[in-house]
């Protein structure tokens, strides 16, 4: 058996948030190896495809800490059960990220189930930095949509793939309107 501790980090990252970012950073510091799991999630009706979502975590990655980090990561797509993919990928550990109480509840259940399905992968909570806890990507896109100001809650790369997303929304908008 190898002795990398490999982490499994598994979200929607529709897009990627400074928070994401932040809970990715502090992920490469308790393991050898990080798979980001982008997951289809067609039931929450993403902004952007797996696809895209996939790409724009590759950009934030490659602008993360220093070159020896950013090898350690990588980042892939998945549709199958969480913890089913863990295991493929060799995990060891589960990282969520926690902000608000808001999270706990969800987020304890899910722990637990998932300690059921395999109880050899543990999954670790982090926090992100204070000004990064209340950021969430649901949020962002409300607020982007309506014209507001987001960035200081997603990277420059992030922000330009939002506002032509939203550009290109209100185009086909309008193209059908006619
Ligand atoms: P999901 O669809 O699984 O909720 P998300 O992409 O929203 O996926 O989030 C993935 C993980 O990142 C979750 O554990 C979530 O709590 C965490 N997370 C998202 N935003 C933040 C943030 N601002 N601070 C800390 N953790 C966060």
């Known amino acids: 058996?190898?002795?990398?501790?490999?982490g499994f980090y598994p979200g929607t990252f529709d897009p990627i948030t400074n928070g994401h970012t932040d809970i990715i950073l502090r992920a490469t510091k308790i393991v050898d190896r990080l798979v980001i799991g982008v997951a289809r999630n067609i039931g929450k009706g993403p902004l952007f495809s797996t696809e895209e979502r996939v790409e724009i975590v590759r950009e934030e990655i490659a602008h993360l800490a220093d070159a020896e980090t950013r090898r350690r990561v990588e980042v892939k797509s998945y549709e199958i059960l969480t913890m089913h993919f863990a295991m493929e990928q060799g995990a060891s550990v589960i990282v969520r990220g926690l902000r608000a109480v808001s999270d706990f509840e969800y987020e304890f259940q899910m722990a637990g189930m998932n300690n059921r399905l395999n109880p050899n992968i543990e999954t670790v909570f982090l926090m992100?930095?204070?000004?990064?806890?209340?950021?969430?990507?649901?949020?962002?896109?409300e607020i982007a949509q309506l014209g507001g100001d987001v960035s200081h809650f997603v990277s420059?790369?992030?922000?330009?793939?939002?506002?032509?997303?939203?550009?290109?929304?209100?185009?086909?908008?309008?193209?059908?309107?006619?």
């Open 1 to 6: 058996m190898s002795m990398e501790r490999i």
């Open 128 to 141: 992100a930095n204070d000004k990064y806890q209340f950021i969430a990507s649901r949020f962002v896109k």
């Open 156 to 178: 420059p790369r992030v922000l330009r793939h939002i506002t032509a997303r939203f550009a290109q929304n209100g185009k086909k908008k309008l193209a059908a309107k006619r």
